[in-house]
Nanobody, 116 residues
Framework: VQLVESGGGLVQAGGSLRLSCAVSGLTFGIYDMSWHRQAPGKERELVASITSVGSSTNYADSVKGRFTISRDNVKRTVYLQMNSLKSEGTAVYYC??????????WGQGTQVTVSA
């Protein structure tokens, strides 16, 4: 199983980035997908999640109205569109795939740095 994130980088506050997570080695269409982030010195936190068929999404309060999670089950990819980025968005962003409770996979993460 591989989850490969891409799209991170350096952006000014107020700017946008689009993260992608390409998934292989599992039946993508049955997995709920999510994005998490971990800032220096802080615990990993859930940013956004989307159900297996994309019928339901959920967002952390801190990103509601600015971030959008989506998925393409044909391309086996999940996306995180991040707009109006703030400096507190600086973190390593991780992709997660989960089915039931025992099938739980993580990507290696992609760094997002938001400059003031």
């Amino acid at each position: 199983v591989q989850l490969v994130e891409s799209g991170g980088g350096l952006v000014q506050a107020g700017g946008s980035l689009r993260l992608s997570c390409a998934v292989s080695g599992l039946t993508f269409g049955i997995y709920d997908m999510s994005w998490h982030r971990q800032a220096p010195g802080k615990e990993r936190e859930l940013v956004a999640s989307i159900t297996s068929v994309g019928s339901s999404t959920n967002y952390a309060d801190s990103v509601k109205g600015r971030f959008t999670i989506s998925r393409d089950n044909v391309k086996r990819t999940v996306y995180l569109q991040m707009n109006s980025l703030k400096s507190e968005g600086t973190a390593v962003y991780y992709c997660n795939a989960r089915f039931l409770s025992q099938y739980d996979y993580w990507g290696q993460g992609t760094q997002v740095t938001v400059s003031a």
